[in-house]
């Protein structure tokens, strides 16, 4: 061999040591934008995982995934924390659970909200409990710290704005006046996005409902109305909002919700799977029935936004539905209620289901 191959051979070797060498680390500030989608999909696989198990009572599984999805994510998102303290505390890992508690509240989540079952059982240990007691103003000021209150009011008055203007529905007719401060809601809230990225709960914090996490709902309102009414930058708004799941910034349930109504009345990701029906006070569940091809298609679709499957939203969909009272906050989208909706189940192509089969 000459000399020239050599040298060839020995950088080659070189690429490929450091290109998995990096591969195999977890996230930081430092990695470019491949690795970072790497490690974020990594991020989406175990998260899935973990509620899967937490589906067929797994619970050790469960946190070993979420542990794990942990590794590769910077910021969890909160439901994913929340999910994981429950976790700890029915596997009576108080001490783990503890720390939970102060990255919820370094979010934005208050005293009470520890007041719920199974919240409430963490005061059992009066230790552990006091210590993170004298650790909650320290927390709390840091949270106050680095959340961005401004913009925060600043979105949730382009929310007010957005509302107003569509509660001016025509209640016969069904249409929405055109209403030129609607246009610039939503021009303002993209300009936003452009400078911001998706303003997630690092930047806004998180809200709570009767001591629910939720997502800044006066957010993904204006989001969903922007593809609803398909404004003309939605094209570019889709595009921006795709590039933060990528970075972790953004679930891939909330963009399949949004991104579904550029597709209508087809569907892109199979986001209907579930109804659920009152027929004369009797209660009717049916998934949608598609063959195997269209499944397939949909769960491609669902893959190239590190969204789970359509299998996999279902078993959580009737998971959620079989156990109301679990203490799981699980984001998923797929269930729709309809009243007296049977004469038109064949045109809708659901099938009716018998949960004893799941």
Same mark, same amino acid.
């Given at each position: ?150 913009? #925060? ?108 109504? #550029? ?96």
């Amino acid at each position: 061999m000459n000399k020239k191959y050599w040298l060839f051979t020995i950088m080659l070797l070189i690429v490929i040591f450091f290109f998995n060498f990096n591969k195999g680390k977890k996230t930081n500030d430092s990695f470019n934008f491949l690795s970072q989608k790497d490690s974020i999909q990594l991020y989406y696989f175990h998260i899935n995982k973990a509620e899967l198990s937490i589906c067929d009572s797994n619970y050790t599984q469960a946190l070993d995934n979420y542990l794990n999805a942990f590794s590769y994510i910077n910021s969890p998102f909160p439901n994913d924390i929340y999910n994981s303290l429950i976790l700890n505390i029915y596997l009576r890992n108080y001490s783990d659970a503890i720390k939970l508690c102060e990255k919820l509240v370094l979010l934005g989540v208050n005293m009470t909200f520890f007041n719920q079952v199974p919240l409430k059982s963490l005061k059992n240990d009066t230790v552990l409990w006091n210590s993170f007691i004298s650790k909650y103003d320290s927390l709390n000021e840091v949270y106050k710290s680095k959340i961005d209150f401004e913009l #925060r009011n600043e979105i949730y008055k382009l929310f007010l704005n957005d509302q107003k203007n569509f509660c001016n529905i025509d209640i016969e007719t069904g249409i929405i006046p055109y209403i030129q401060t609607q246009d610039t809601v939503f021009e303002k809230y993209f300009d936003i996005l452009k400078k911001y990225g998706y303003p997630n709960h690092d930047l806004l914090g998180i809200d709570l409902i009767n001591d629910t996490i939720i997502k800044p709902s006066f957010q993904a309102t204006i989001i969903q109305h922007m593809y609803q009414e398909s404004i003309d930058s939605i094209e570019k708004v889709s595009a921006l909002l795709k590039k933060e799941i990528f970075r972790g910034r953004l679930l891939p349930a909330d963009f399949m919700n949004w991104d579904e109504f #550029r597709y209508e009345p087809n569907h892109h990701y199979g986001k209907s799977i579930l109804l659920k029906s009152m027929y004369e006070k009797d209660i009717y569940f049916y998934k949608l029935n598609l063959d195997s091809l269209r499944i397939k298609k949909y769960n491609y679709n669902r893959s190239e936004i590190f969204m789970y499957s359509f299998e996999d939203n279902l078993k959580k969909l009737i998971f959620i539905q079989k156990n109301p009272d679990n203490k799981f906050n699980f984001i998923i989208y797929g269930l729709y209620e309809m009243d007296n909706f049977e004469d038109n189940l064949k045109k809708l192509a659901f099938k009716k289901i018998n949960f004893n089969d799941y």
